[in-house]
């Protein structure tokens, strides 16, 4: 099993659609949660922290089920400019050492 | 203010020669990592730099693999005896700080070996 998954997709979705991905992750007692987006051969950057609570940023909401560890994330009224690869990332150890990544879900929004 | 650079963007090489990768990371960032991504694929942590303390190689998956980081901002990574196994894309990020934080990434050096 992975220690960060996610489904690869694609998820081809209709603009103005709602889109939901989930991510599992592997240690129970991981802290820190993100999303972050990667563009077509280009470099990942962050979309947004994932708190405990839950949060939201515009269109996006981001969530944490530490009971089943996963975390999701809800884009609603998809744009065009939306489409690009979803990166679930886990602080999975606590530590700054590193960051695990998942494999990311790409996305495309139609016209 | 300037974000994480790396250079070459592109580098193609021949089987069996060495390579450097040079990440430039933001100045005052005092954390550093290497990545890797394949093809379709998430990244592969390499390695972390974190202030004057011994890196953590954990993830260099050869030992044709290293890397340095000099006064403790630019960093290089050298890949010798390359594969062809080896051809992927080399992210830089760097952080500011401690665990938790926003990793800025370089836009990458895409390295094929032929």
């Known amino acids: 099993r992975k220690e960060v998954e996610q489904d690869p997709g694609p998820f081809n979705v209709p603009e103005g659609a709602t889109v939901a991905f989930n991510c599992t992750y592997s240690?129970?007692?991981?802290?820190?949660f993100f999303w972050y987006r990667q563009d077509c051969r280009k470099e990942p950057k962050l979309l947004m922290s994932?708190?405990?609570s839950g949060n939201e940023d515009g269109r996006f909401t981001a969530q944490l089920n530490r009971a089943s560890q996963y975390i999701s994330l809800l884009i609603r009224d998809s744009k065009l400019s939306d489409s690009a690869t979803y990166l679930c990332?886990?602080?999975?150890?606590?530590?700054?050492?590193?960051?695990?990544f998942g494999s990311g879900t790409q996305l495309t929004v139609l016209p | 203010g300037a974000g994480v650079s790396q250079s070459p963007s592109n580098k193609v090489t021949e089987k069996g020669k060495d390579v450097e990768l040079r990440c430039d990371p933001i100045s005052g960032h005092t954390a550093l990592y290497w990545y890797r991504q394949s093809l379709g694929q998430g990244l592969e942590f390499l390695i972390y730099f974190q202030g004057n303390s011994a890196p953590d190689k954990s993830g260099l998956p050869s030992d044709r693999f290293s890397a340095e980081r000099t006064g403790g901002s630019v960093s290089t990574l050298t890949i010798q005896r390359t594969q062809q196994e080896d051809s992927a894309v080399y992210l830089c990020a760097s952080i500011q700080g401690g665990a938790g934080e926003t990793q800025y990434f370089g836009p990458g050096t895409r390295l094929l070996v032929l």
């Open positions: 994932v708190y405990s």
């Open positions: 240690n129970s007692a991981s802290q820190s």
């Open positions: 990332v886990v602080n999975l150890y606590g530590s700054a050492r590193q960051l695990t």
